[in-house]
């Protein structure tokens, strides 16, 4: 079974709106991390955010938010005033750890197109 | 700080030949990954590792070997490359300590073409 899902295989948004990209995630493990990264054409990983199985507050990392809904186990990214260089690949992943292995785990992406 | 460093950039096998991804990382992690990304499929994780002579399988390991012989380098050896092993390959490194569990660091990805 995925441990974590991307629904969206593409998005597409105008430049200056929001957009949200969804995730879900299985995991049984009371200590896990939740991550973004963004991947654009040049092929790179980019960390974006991250969120604490246990931190009270959603992360927030400049125009980056993530919308922490434990008991729905959804980690859904929100990106406010999207910007032509948003365009890129972007994948959900989960740390779990003691319980787990400790290796992240990635859902299949969602490909974002901004225009303009 | 150099963090991940993969090598090399661009690979083209023959089907049948052999070959070592490079993967080394200077920020003393436990924790190191090699993940292979098809499009569509993400990333998946092929072989990690959780600290030196430790390794382990994920989900799709047939084909390739690893080996952690230090806590710096994790190499993916191809034993006899398959056209289905074209790919793009990336190798990550992290750590967790007791208040969160850190993102992974990766390297800068392999295209390796498989002929």
């Known amino acids: 079974a995925q441990k974590i899902t991307q629904t969206q295989p593409g998005m597409f948004v105008q430049e200056k709106e929001a957009v949200t990209l969804d995730c879900t995630y299985d995991?049984?493990?009371?200590?896990?991390?939740l991550f973004w990264y963004k991947q654009p054409s040049s092929g790179e990983m980019i960390f974006l955010i991250y969120q604490g199985s246990y931190d009270q507050q959603n992360a927030t990392e400049g125009r980056y938010s993530l919308n922490f809904q434990k008991a729905r186990k959804s980690a859904n990214l929100v990106i406010s005033a999207s910007q032509l260089g948003d365009s890129a690949m972007y994948f959900c992943a989960m740390r779990e750890g003691p319980g787990g292995s400790y290796i992240p785990t990635f859902g299949r992406g969602t490909s974002l197109i901004v225009h303009p | 700080n150099a963090g991940v460093t993969q090598t090399p950039k661009f690979q083209v096998l023959k089907t049948g030949q052999s070959m070592t991804l490079q993967c080394a990382q200077d920020?003393?992690?436990?924790?190191m990954s090699w993940y292979r990304q098809d499009p569509g499929m993400g990333l998946r994780l092929i072989h990690y590792?959780?600290?030196?002579?430790?390794?382990d399988q994920g989900e799709v390991p047939n084909g390739y070997n690893v080996s952690r012989s230090t806590t710096e380098d994790f190499p993916l050896r191809l034993l006899s490359a398959a056209p289905s092993q074209t790919s793009v390959y990336f190798c990550a490194s992290s750590y967790s300590n007791r208040v969160r569990n850190t993102e992974a660091f990766f390297g800068q990805g392999t295209r390796l073409t498989v002929v």
């Open positions: 995991t049984s493990d009371p200590s896990y991390g």
């Open positions: 590792s959780v600290g030196a002579g430790i390794t």
């Open positions: 920020m003393n992690h436990e924790y």
